[in-house]
T-cell receptor, first 111, second 113 residues
Framework: RKEVEQDPGPFNVPEGATVAFNCTYSNSASQSFFWYRQDCRKEPKLLMSVYSSGNEDGRFTAQLNRASQYISLLIRDSKLSDSATYLCVVNRGNQGGKLIFGQGTELSVKP | EPEVTQTPSHQVTQMGQEVILRCVPISNHLYFYWYRQILGQKVEFLVSFYNNEISEKSEIFDDQFSVERPDGSNFTLKIRSTKLEDSAMYFC???????????FGSGTRLTVV
């Protein structure tokens, strides 16, 4: 089983749509959770950290369910500029603190 | 905003040659990382470095790979004898603490021919 698994994409949505991404992780010892965004052939950039209480940043809402080992990202009122690959990322926090990436879900927002 | 700097942005090398990829992490960060991404695949962890030593490495990071922090600012990844399958984007990253997010550099695209 993959350590971090995401919805296979791509997601093609019209501008203004609401889109949700799902992610599961297999290691219950994982401590920190993030959503990164990656544009084509660019570096991953932190979109937001994910907390058990849920957190919101403008149009973006992230949720974490530790019991189910499930992470989600909701994008409301999607913009053309939201087109990118969204990466679910987990940090076990032990040893060197490496990040473990999901394979990413591609989002394409159309006019 | 502080950033991680990587050079070169693109390197083409012949199979069997040695390459050194260079990185300048964010100055107050303590943890340094190398990741790689083969075209069309996910980002994979290679190695983490803390307190002047490797703290963790993946199965990919075999004897052909080494890392060094030769001075107070640079962090390098050396591949001793490159193979075709080493062709990938190599990202350097740094973080303040081991359970925090990593800030990534813009990457070095390595092409082995």
């Amino acid at each position: 089983r993959k350590e971090v698994e995401q919805d296979p994409g791509p997601f093609n949505v019209p501008e203004g749509a609401t889109v949700a991404f799902n992610c599961t992780y297999s290691n219950s010892a994982s401590q920190s959770f993030f959503w990164y965004r990656q544009d084509c052939r660019k570096e991953p950039k932190l979109l937001m950290s994910v907390y058990s209480s849920g957190n919101e940043d403008g149009r973006f809402t992230a949720q974490l369910n530790r019991a189910s080992q499930y992470i989600s990202l909701l994008i409301r009122d999607s913009k053309l500029s939201d087109s990118a690959t969204y990466l679910c990322v987990v940090n076990r926090g032990n040893q060197g603190g490496k990040l473990i990436f999901g394979q990413g879900t591609e989002l394409s927002v159309k006019p | 905003e502080p950033e991680v700097t990587q050079t070169p942005s693109h390197q083409v090398t012949q199979m069997g040659q040695e390459v050194i990829l260079r990185c300048v992490p964010i100055s107050n960060h303590l943890y340094f990382y190398w990741y790689r991404q083969i075209l069309g695949q996910k980002v994979e962890f290679l190695v983490s470095f803390y307190n002047n030593e490797i703290s963790e490495k993946s199965e990919i990071f075999d004897d052909q790979f080494s890392v060094e922090r030769p001075d107070g600012s640079n962090f390098t990844l050396k591949i001793r004898s490159t193979k075709l399958e080493d062709s990938a984007m190599y990202f350097c990253a740094s973080s303040e603490a081991r359970d925090r997010d990593d800030t990534f550099g813009s990457g070095t695209r390595l092409t082995v021919v």
